[in-house]
C-alpha cells in the first residue's frame, strides 16, 4: 500500500499524537474508559476507543484506511508496562 503523500516522519508522530491527544480529546472522554486505548488518526484528528490497540485500530482504519495512527491509554503517561501487572487488594 502507498504512503499517503502528506505522511509525517516517525520521529514527529509521537509528539503530534500526545499533542492532539493531550489538547483535544482527553478532556472529552469519560473516566469510566481509563485503561482503554485511544488510536489517534494524526492526519484528521479523528479517534475511536477500544480495550485494546488491535481494536481501536481496527474500527479506526475501518473509516481511515491509510491513517497514520498513534495509540495511548486513557489515564496513564505510559501505553505498555514492564513487569506484573498490580494485584486486586484481597
Known sequence: MPSPPNKIPS?????????IY???????????????????????????????????????????PDAQVWCVRIGSRSFHRIGRSPRASA
Open 22 to 64: 493531550a489538547q483535544k480529546i482527553a478532556r472529552h472522554l469519560d473516566p469510566a474508559l481509563v485503561g482503554q486505548v485511544v488510536a489517534i488518526d494524526i492526519h484528521s484528528q479523528d479517534f475511536r476507543v477500544g480495550p485494546t490497540a488491535t481494536v481501536a485500530c481496527r474500527e479506526l482504519r475501518a473509516s481511515h
Open 11 to 19: 520521529s514527529d508522530v509521537a509528539d503530534r499524537g500526545d499533542q
